[in-house]
């Protein structure tokens, strides 16, 4: 088993399901000790149970990322299991899709809770413990859609723009205390809700052909490929990265490329 992590502390949101899953899994192979911070606590639990039998150490913590006390509550309990955290991975997020001129206010917010300030909230209260540590690693989850969109993705490409520029913010800040902030940005990958979208065309067929049809690779990613890429980024190997705009796409934004 490598050691990449070893014996580093890792909280990861989103931790139920798809990537952020596969981050866990990933990482606890890599040696560190992850908590699962996630809405879904049923699917928390399964994948700590999962990795647990496989004699690593993981903690599921309900937590809704966008309520302050959830956050500070979910950092407090990592805290006391394992003393701090080391790196923070911001995954848990939605893809919202609405016409601009319909959407609600209420849509609005919940949009730019979710993709957004839940990640802000998370950095809130890890990065006291890094500044003390002087050391940290946080990725950020953003997309694709950062730099590249496509119709009816309003205001997910806002979300996801908005995740980009507070990784940069939050880099050039947070640097002096050696604290590496990185945005990561997957392009389409084989998770549930890409099925889903699928599933929900009226020719689910034609439109993931459609799509292997703007990607280089002619194959969307797995959620063990962007984890592959996370583990890099947080450890040690990639000392030298931060405030990073990654792409990892298969090379779909070469297609678009001005």
């Not at 407090?76 to 016409?99: C, H, P, Q, T």
């Not at 601009?100 to 206010?105: H, I, P, V």
């Not at 950020?140 to 997910?156: D, E, G, L, Q, W």
């Not at 699928?198 to 969307?220: G, N, T, Y």
Request: glycine share 6%; net charge negative.
């Amino acid at each position: 088993m490598s050691a990449r992590l070893e014996n580093k502390v890792a909280l990861i949101t989103g931790a139920g399901r798809g990537i952020g899953r596969a981050i866990a899994h990933k990482m606890a192979h890599e040696g560190a000790l992850v908590a699962l911070a996630e809405i879904d606590f049923e699917s928390a639990q399964s994948v700590a149970e999962e990795l647990l039998k496989q004699d690593f150490q993981a903690l599921a913590i309900q937590t809704d990322i966008t309520r302050e006390a959830d956050v500070q509550t979910a950092v407090s309990r990592v805290m006391e299991r394992f003393g701090r955290v080391d790196i923070l991975v911001n995954n848990a997020g939605k893809n919202f899709n609405y016409d601009a001129t319909t959407m609600s206010e209420a849509d609005w917010d919940n949009a730019m809770n979710v993709d957004v300030k839940g990640a802000w909230l998370c950095c809130k209260y890890i990065l006291p413990s890094m500044i003390n540590a002087k050391a940290g690693s946080i990725i950020n989850i953003a997309s694709v859609h950062a730099r590249i969109t496509a119709p009816k993705h309003f205001p997910y490409a806002a979300a996801k723009s908005a995740i980009v520029g507070l990784t940069r913010n939050l880099a050039l800040d947070y640097a002096p205390y050696n604290i590496r902030v990185n945005a990561i940005c997957p392009g389409w990958v084989r998770t549930a809700m890409v099925q889903g979208w699928f599933d929900q065309q009226a020719d689910p067929k034609a439109a993931e052909e459609r799509v292997l049809s703007f990607q280089p690779l002619r194959r969307i990613g797995t959620p063990e490929e962007i984890a592959n890429f996370v583990a890099f980024v947080a450890s040690e190997e990639a000392s030298f990265i931060t405030g990073a705009e990654l792409v990892i796409d298969g090379g779909m934004s070469i297609m678009f490329a001005h």
